[in-house]
């Protein structure tokens, strides 16, 4: 036996059989190889999503959950994810990253393996005009196979079948490892200027294969009648159903399933379904950014060539400028020019010109002073102080002014006093700032405890309530009458 590095290297593809949370990387796994047998290759985050909701074990499961258990498994190889930018429009949906993820060749060995299935048949990646051209010829063929016995159908069938998932799978291959990295780096050197031409040459024979084939079998599969489909399907189905099978024991719902499966993917390839695009039309846009990727790095390259030459003889001559200079001085001046200032500070401000000319030098013009503030967090402006402003004036006219008027309201008022009294019921006719002096001061000595108050200048007084409680009267005044109890308001005099 010899021991090599692929015998001893540790298989990441197999960590999601015994891994914590197995039971859920399983079932994606397995929804992918049943898809796969369905020549269904590449699927969304959202599908696998909605097939898992189905069951009662993921009842609990989000779609950010998916999302982790796929990132897990493309970790650990068991699938290949390629972003899909065939709708990209903008920056945000172009980050909003959508990606179509793909079981791995390990992946489907394994599966395959835990339900004792054959071997996958893989060749080397390739895009073969030839498989398109026998798809095509095949499928002139269904109409003659409705006739046909279920043995020459089912060969017929099996035929179609494998050429489909040859071209699925060369295209997919060979267009994975033209995105990997190491082909990214190999198109950046120029040892690959070498093979760009035949290369180009080798995808776009392709592309006029595929674009002629895919139009032929796109108008054979819409004129296809359904009858017919329906009636070919079903002997194949009948055929498989024959098929003796050892230590394998497959249901009839799942063989029928399989092919009608199979014949939904082979349209929906050419075709397109439920608005989606079609495998050809993204294949088509896949394999034109390859050649314009080609060819744009190839541009790149004589680019960078033609550039690094000129400069070279620039740099040249300008080695034999400095060995001409006479001393350090002059070799500083030929430096400004060439070089310009090594620590050049630019300061930009909206200043006023004196004139608008292009021509006008920097110091042709007047000076102009502006104000720098450092830029650190712990500067602050300093604030302005201002003198408080004396206010004695203003006062003392307000004072004198507020003296004069109370001065004429206790004029007014002493008018109404008789006999050290006023007499609400002996009032006549009055103004209503009169009257509004004299309820606030009744108010004053009803609400006090001895039912005496002070009025502004400082006489004191006291209420008496009328003798006969039904005693009432009226206050006239300009804007109308007020009916009270005949209040008196008696004045104390000082002694």
Known sequence: MKITNKLTKQIDEMRYVTAENAWRYRSILRFFYLQYEKMKYWMYKDEVFEELKKHEEFREYTIDNCKQDLDVLIGWKNLLAIQDTSKVSTVEEFKNKQFRY???????EIERLT???????????????????????????????????????????????????????????????????????????????????????????????????????????KNLAEADIGKVLEKAFEYEKSIPRIDLEVSEVLIRENIYGRWESLKSWFLGSEGAESEVSKLLNITNEI?????????????????????????????????????????????????????????????ERNTESINSGIFEEEPCMLS??????????????????????????????????????????DSYIMDDAIDFSKLPRIEPHVRLTLLRWLSKGINASDRRGKTED?????????????????????DGAFEMPAYVIRFEREI
């Open 372 to 413: 720098v503030k450092p830029r650190i967090r712990a500067y602050r402006e300093k604030a302005s102080r201002s003198p408080i402003n004396s206010n004695e004036k203003r006062k003392s006219e307000m004072l004198s002014r507020i003296i004069k008027q109370r001065e004429e309201e206790k004029k007014v008022m």
């Open 115 to 221: 339900i004792r299935l054959e071997n996958i048949f893989v060749e080397s990646a390739s895009l073969e005009p030839s498989l398109l051209e026998r798809i095509k010829e095949e499928l002139k063929k269904l109409p003659q196979m409705v006739e046909e016995e279920e043995r020459e159908v089912g060969s017929w069938w099996s035929s179609l079948n494998s050429d489909f998932k040859r071209l699925n799978q060369n295209y997919q291959d060979y267009i994975r490892d033209l995105y990997s990295l190491k082909a990214e780096e190999l198109m950046k050197t120029r040892e690959f200027l070498i093979f760009k031409d035949k290369f180009i040459d080798y995808l776009r024979d392709f592309i006029k294969s595929l674009q002629y084939n895919s139009n032929a079998i796109e108008y054979i599969l």
């Open 458 to 478: 400082g006489r004191v007084f006291k209420v008496e309530s009328p003798k006969n409680k039904e005693d009432r009267c009226t206050l006239l005044s300009e």
């Open 102 to 108: 793909q079981l791995s060749e390990y992946s489907v």
């Open 291 to 351: 050649i314009r990727k080609i060819t744009r790095y190839a541009a790149q390259i004589a680019e960078s060539r033609n550039s690094a030459a000129n400069r070279k003889e620039e740099y040249k001559k300008l080695c034999e400028m400095f060995l001409k200079c006479e001393d350090i001085n002059e070799a500083h001046k030929l430096s400004s020019v060439a070089f310009g200032i090594f620590n050049m500070k630019h300061i930009k401000g909206e200043v």
